[in-house]
């Protein structure tokens, strides 16, 4: 609640000025039912219609002012909201943005994303249309309850009876509802993931012919779904009847007992008709108020779920870095590396031991088998994670000592999995160079193989690419990737298996083109073909975390060892072929 | 106030409109509207009949609610009026409990109507909104490869689930009796005109403006409510690829703008609700000030009649209550016009799919034999994925039953599309493929895919333990099937070493296992499919040396007596292949054994010899 405090002291002026619109509100409603009292007395008198024209007029002119100050009072609160969110939102995004990959893996998008996009409307709908009918109820009572029982306080109280019922049952029917709402979200989950995956599997499901069975079990959540709909209808249809009863009954009352009053004479027809219409003014507050609880409980709820997010700390901590004099060269030193990954109950160690030291300009190749720990070496350069122990080195500075961007803007990165963004191709490319020109873009894409396949694309480099680029192969996403990672200018080039997709022919005009880009810069090749890291001026082998092998090609082929007996598989395949 | 709950300090320090990124946004709207945000749209209101008129008879007697509800409504002002005018004013108490009976009465009847009706309304709804989604989501099995290429899955996932809940939401929200408030708001002029029928014009004098104020709001709303909701499902695309893709903008030390971007959508989408709420404020003000006016009005135009004794006191009362109950759906309009505005929106989507035709189908009458001898045919066949393009040109090759071809090309070469066209996941552009003899698109499509087994380059597991993933729920396949396909293509070894063996629940696409074993279990699944024609695309991403030996030999065993036709990466698995096709930018360039095309020094020599140089040249650098 404390970080809701400063969001709305930023808007405490338009608070204060609504704050005072829903007062003027609230008062001049109160006129309107005591001047009808007026209206009708006089008649009742025998006055003339002049008076009571003078008293019709005076209504139009209340409801004139106030449909002005309402207006205010409301767009300025729901406003207020509205502007929280915004607030809110991009606060949360430019926390999430801090955020080490290590939290990435262990929250799933879905849940973030349904907190982000759930839990701020809670909230917003808490700043907004709860506040707004949390001082307004107040209001509203605070007037009319003192001008009914000055006029009758007997009637007063009976007819008020119904109203705390009012307030009991919708706020009781309310958090039924938010109950319902959340379990019918819940089944709409369920049924968005199994569609999700129904599709994405939709050829092994044409091609194996369970279309039937898939919409059998489609149907089976679906009816859940539905149920679960109903269940929610039941108590959302008791809402308004409820309401609607209760604020006649208070109707029947002020009749009933009031009209003996007035056949008794003790109350006039004036004041009848006025008790008629302040039950009116109250009937929709009290029902509002009984709502706001349950948005006050479950605004609370979501904040604090967001609160559970802004707590996640960045793991990165970029207050030992000093600024760099000169630019990195890239000279990488790795000393007694130890890293494991946080998973619960026990750490799951990937790297040991490891002791690495590459020259500016050199380049290293990193083989070995799956899980040997090869992705995460590299991913401790940029501080995508941090060593356990031991320390990792770029020109013998610790890369913690390093400010953030620099270190990451000296590295170009072609992950294992290519991700792209729904954007043109142009722009994935300049994805960490934005301002780069055509001339450039186009450099990148030549070294990357991409000219021809773009020049075929009904767009060219405008083309976009849809969601996680899905209109390209798997080996022209990787082609992407690297050349957005060549475009950056990278003092250290890092391929995470990056052309595992890319067939035998463009792999190898890619190497060739590389060749000339990796004199320039260190490099660091992850891959499983010998014919990609036999030229390196370092090759490693890592097994289960372990340097197992270290030197270059010939070195590791006359220690007779992992590397040695890969090379001679691959050999050996082909020159089986050569028969 | 710790460091970590302080808001970061990022927001106060933004560049306004630092991006202009109209580009970006094109990109990223999932679901643009092409209509102008109608709220109603009688096309679209037929079309759902269509789902709601199997429940036809709960439907009617859901409409037949609302009247009895009105009444019961429209009967308690006149009940005051008797009340007021026979007993208040007139001194007489004896009938007052009565009319209090009667009012009693009426308000149980107006809740029960009201509540039977939307219980109904709902019944109705639910049923034939499940009946919508099952029909979709049929359909959408249905639809070709080709559609899936050009439509993101979450837009699909879309249409199925979010979509249908706003349709939804219109019922529940009560905007379907949108048509009966206006029934009810005549009903209530025709009673006061009934009753007095200058003191209706009197009441209703302010009907222009009210007729004005709520036009103007639909003109000004439509637009605006429009923008919200395109803006929100913006920000919210936006939302989802930042954190899928978080590392890379870490990566590429892209937050900043990310930031920039993310506010200026954030931004755009608060603007937009600014102006709702200006408007909604606006319109509720105006119809509460109405409403007042209106009563003044009234009231004053009475009083001249009741001091001249032509009229009584209740019916000022009655109208008073009348012209109050007139505005009551008024003020709900906003609201509704918004979830109508949405539903016709989503429905014209959800409707635009359901009518995108499932371009391959069974024809009438299908060829559909209880067996499959496994001869496949290619006969000048041309394809093209769109127009003229061709990925393939005049393709022509047979193969015997029981043989095995191994299809090589560099990527490009137009090998996995050829695979595509056996299932018929395409059709072909022109030619023939035929199997058995007859064309695949005279084949009863499942007959047709039932005799042929598919495994491609990118494993696909469903969440799901590791049975149902191999017998992919069939019940046929029985647990020893599973057993005995899983040991056959060597996937039982690791099976048994999962915890939960083949219970073992397989997390989102089979996360869990290594690329190896995902092989194997695709293998398993082929193998219990049992298919006459096995189409495979090999996988190319590497796996350590034990493991490939695995594969290497469940892949002989999963060939064996059957027809194969296997887009081949690994030299052994050409070795084993009778023939091989050599496929060159969509021509069939060679065919025939390794040892002859070798011989021919053509473009497989080529491309052996490439995978030989490469190896050869990055040596001599070294």
């Known amino acids: ?579 | 106030m710790s460091a970590a709950t302080r808001p970061p300090k990022i927001t106060r320090l933004r560049p306004r409109r630092a991006v202009s990124a109209e580009s970006l946004k094109q990109a990223l709207d999932p679901h643009r509207e092409e209509a102008l945000g109608k709220a109603y749209d009688a096309r679209l209101i037929r079309r759902l009949w269509g789902f709601i008129r199997p429940y036809r008879g709960i439907f009617w007697l859901s409409v037949i609610c609302l009247p009895l509800n009105a009444t019961c409504m429209l009967t308690q002002p006149y009940l005051l009026k008797l009340a007021i005018d026979g007993y208040v004013t007139a001194g007489d108490a004896s009938g007052l409990g009565r009319i209090g009976l009667f009012y009693v009465a009426a308000i149980i009847g107006e809740c029960t109507f009201f509540y039977a009706q939307y219980y109904l309304t709902m019944l109705v709804a639910q049923r034939s909104l499940a009946d919508l989604r099952v029909q979709v989501f049929a359909h959408v099995q249905r639809l070709p490869m080709s559609y899936f290429d050009r439509n993101p899955i979450g837009r699909l996932v879309t249409r199925l689930t979010s979509d249908v809940d706003v349709l939804n939401e219109m019922f529940a929200a009560g905007a379907m009796t949108i048509f009966m408030d206006v029934l009810t708001m005549a009903g209530i002029v025709l009673i006061m005109v009934s009753i007095d029928a200058r003191l209706a014009l009197a009441s209703l004098v302010v009907m222009p403006v009210l007729v004005l104020g709520i036009n103007f709001f639909r003109l000004a709303a439509r637009r605006t409510y429009r923008e919200i909701r395109e803006r929100i499902a913006r920000l919210n695309a936006y939302l989802q690829e930042a954190l899928s893709g978080m590392m890379i903008v870490q990566l590429f030390a892209r937050e900043r703008r990310c930031f920039d971007e993310f506010d200026e959508l954030n931004d755009d989408h608060r603007e937009a609700n600014h102006w709702s709420n200006i408007y909604e404020a606006a319109l509720f003000s105006m119809v509460e000030a109405l409403a007042s006016i209106s009563g003044a009005i009234m009231v004053w135009y009475a009083s001249g009649d009741i001091l001249a004794g032509v009229i009584a006191f209740g019916t000022l009362v009655a109208f008073l209550e009348y012209i109050q109950r007139f505005f009551i759906p008024i003020r709900e309009f906003s609201t509704k016009y918004a979830v109508m505005q949405s539903a016709m929106a989503s429905a014209e989507r959800v409707f635009q799919l359901l009518d995108t035709p499932p371009a391959i189908a069974s024809p009438v009458p299908a060829y559909a034999p209880a067996s499959m001898r496994g001869t496949i045919e290619f006969d000048h066949v041309w394809f093209a994925y769109k127009g003229e393009d061709y990925v393939l040109r005049d393709v022509s090759f047979t193969v015997n039953a029981g043989e095995k071809i191994a299809i090589v090309g560099a990527t490009g070469s137009g090998k996995t599309s050829l695979i595509k066209l056996l299932s018929r996941f395409y059709d072909v552009s022109r030619g023939a493929v035929r199997v058995d003899g007859v064309d695949v698109r005279e084949w009863d499509l499942q007959a047709l895919r039932r005799r042929i087994g598919v495994v491609l380059q990118d494993v696909f597991l469903f969440s799901g333990d590791v049975a149902g993933n191999i017998s992919l729920g069939r019940p046929e396949v029985t647990t020893a099937t599973i057993e005995a396909v899983a040991r056959r293509v060597n996937a039982w070894d690791f099976i048994q070493n999962l915890p939960g063996k083949l219970d073992e629940k397989l997390r989102e696409r089979g996360s869990n296992l290594s690329t190896g074993q995902r092989q194997l279990l695709a293998f398993a699944r082929a193998l219990a499919y049992d298919p006459a024609i096995l189409v495979l695309d090999e996988a190319t991403s590497s796996v350590d040396t034990e493991t490939e030996m695995l594969i290497q030999d469940a892949l002989t065993t999963l060939m064996r007596d059957r027809t194969a036709l296997v887009i081949a990466h690994r030299l052994s698995t050409i070795e084993h292949s009778d023939r091989i096709v050599v496929l060159h930018h969509g021509v069939v360039r060679e065919i025939g054994s390794h040892l002859e095309l070798i011989a021919m020094r053509g473009i497989y020599h080529r491309l052996y010899e490439l995978q030989y140089a490469l190896a050869d040249d990055t040596a001599a650098a070294s």
């Not at chain 1, 979200?185 to 194996?208: C, D, F, K, P, T």
């Open chain 1, 1 to 579: 609640m404390q970080r809701l405090w400063s969001y709305m002291i930023r808007y405490r002026g338009r608070y204060a000025i609504g704050l005072v619109c829903l007062l003027a509100t609230g008062s001049l409603a109160m006129a309107v039912p005591y001047l009808l009292k007026r209206a009708v007395d006089t008649i009742a008198a025998g006055g003339s219609q002049a008076t009571v024209g003078w008293l019709a007029v005076s209504i139009v002119a209340i409801a004139l002012t106030q449909s002005i100050v309402r207006t205010c009072s409301r767009f300025l609160i729901f406003n207020v909201g509205r502007d929280i969110e915004y607030d809110l939102r991009n606060d949360l995004f430019a926390h999430l943005e801090r955020l080490p990959l290590a939290y990435y893996q262990t929250q799933q998008t879905g849940d973030l994303m349904s907190r982000l996009v759930n839990d701020i409307t809670a909230v917003r709908l808490l700043l907004g249309v709860g506040f707004l009918n949390l001082i307004n109820t107040p209001i509203y009572y605070l007037w009319a309850v003192p001008i009914m029982a000055s006029m009758d306080w007997r009637l007063t109280l009976a007819s008020l009876v119904p109203y705390p019922l009012v307030l009991l049952v919708v706020k009781r029917t309310s958090r039924q509802l938010m109950e319902r709402t959340l379990k019918t979200q819940e089944g709409l989950a369920a049924m968005s993931s199994r569609v999700q995956e129904n599709l994405s599997g939709i050829h092994v499901v044409q091609a194996y012919v369970r279309e039937q069975a898939e919409v059998a079990a489609f149907a089976r959540l679906n009816a859940d779904f539905s149920a679960q709909n109903m269940a929610l209808a039941k108590v959302r249809g008791i809402i308004m009847p409820v309401m609607r009863a209760v604020s006649t009954l208070g109707t029947l009352v002020v009749l009933w007992l009031g009209g003996l009053r007035v056949i008794a004479g003790e109350l006039s027809l004036g004041d009848l008709v006025a008790f008629i219409g302040y039950l009116h003014i109250l009937a929709w507050p009290t029902m509002a108020l009984g709502w706001m609880l349950s948005i006050l409980q479950r605004g609370r709820a979501a904040l604090q779920r967001l609160e559970t997010i802004f707590q996640a700390v960045p793991a990165i901590d970029d207050r030992l870095a000093a600024p760099l004099s000169e630019p990195l060269r890239g000279a990488i030193t790795f000393r007694d590396v130890d890293f494991a990954y946080d998973t619960k109950p026990t750490p799951r160690r990937v790297l040991r031991d490891v002791d690495l030291t590459l020259p500016a300009g050199a380049t290293l190749a990193v083989v070995g088998r799956t899980g040997s720990g090869k992705t995460s070496l590299v991913q401790l350069l940029p501080r995508l994670f941090e060593a356990t122990s031991g320390g990792v080195e770029i020109d013998g500075r610790d890369v913690r000592t390093l400010p953030l961007a620099t270190l990451r803007s000296a590295i170009g990165y072609v992950p294992q999995d290519p991700f792209l963004f729904s954007r043109s191709i142009r722009d994935n490319i300049r994805f960490g160079a934005p301002e780069a020109d055509d001339a450039s873009v186009c450099r990148v894409a030549g070294i990357a193989a991409l000219d021809r396949d773009i020049a075929e694309l009904p767009r060219g480099y405008d083309t976009v690419v849809g969601e996680r680029g899905i209109t390209l192969s798997g080996g022209q996403k990787q082609r992407v990737t690297l050349a957005r990672a060549l475009l950056v200018d990278p003092t250290i080039l890092i391929l995470d298996d990056a052309l595992s997709s890319v067939d035998t022919e463009t792999e190898r005009r890619i190497l060739s083109e590389l060749r000339g880009v990796m004199h320039e810069r260190t490099s660091i090749l992850i891959a499983h073909r010998i014919s990609t890291v036999m030229a390196a001026d370092v090759i490693v082998v890592l097994d289960q975390g372990r340097v197992v092998e270290i030197g270059d090609h010939q070195e590791l082929l006359a220690r007779d060892g992992f590397y040695a007996d890969l090379f001679r598989r691959q050999r050996l395949a082909e020159e089986l072929e050569a028969l």
